[in-house]
């Protein structure tokens, strides 16, 4: 019995990657419960970024003006 509820879905927008769970409420145990904790390990696994962007460092611009010393 009860409602029906969609406990967990997830879907892309974007480049972003979104992930929705709500097993229970946290007055019971339920994130102890090794199925939970699987699904949860999953859901990062699948939500973590495939392809890191590259960063690079030194191409600075020179600044337009000095900033005034503080003392």
Known sequence: GGEVFRSGCCYQRGQGKIFY?????????????????????????????????QVTFGNRAEPLEPLPTLA
């Open 21 to 53: 769970f709500r097993p229970g409420h946290e007055t019971y145990p339920t994130y102890y419960q090794a199925e939970v904790l699987k699904v949860i390990n999953n859901a990062v696994g699948w939500a973590a970024p495939v392809e890191r962007p």
